[in-house]
């Protein structure tokens, strides 16, 4: 069992910037990946960016440049730098891991709103 819990999620004006955290608990040590998704109202939920065991990185099109995924391993943590927002990227982020066994864990949601 691997727990997410995931913070940092608010209202920011176009072109700013925020910074999500995942904190991930329990069997955090038999994860194979750790990824960023996104829901926005009406949409399908997508992935934005995802980070390896072995640390490779790979981000959506639309969020290439802008957004950086990351890890504190001594804090077990994984985060989502965010900049040059756009009102396109509002949605609800989502932490998702991995587990070896292909079990996918998720967080509950953070809310990024993108408006003036």
């Known amino acids: 069992q691997v727990q997410l819990v995931e913070s940092g999620g608010g209202l920011v004006q176009p072109g700013g910037s925020l910074r999500l955290s995942c904190a991930a608990s329990?069997?955090?040590?038999?994860?194979?990946?750790m990824n960023w998704y996104r829901q926005a109202p009406g949409k399908q939920r997508e992935l934005v960016a995802a980070l390896s065991r072995l640390g490779t990185t790979n981000y959506a099109d639309s969020v290439k440049g802008r957004f950086t995924i990351s890890r504190d391993n001594a804090k077990n943590t994984v985060y989502l730098q965010m900049n040059s927002l756009k009102p396109e990227d509002t949605a609800v982020y989502y932490c998702?891991?991995?587990?070896?066994?292909?079990?996918?864990?998720w967080g509950q949601g953070t809310q990024v709103t993108v408006s003036s």
């Open positions: 329990g069997s955090r040590f038999s994860i194979n990946s």
């Open positions: 998702n891991a991995v587990h070896l066994s292909g079990v996918p864990y």
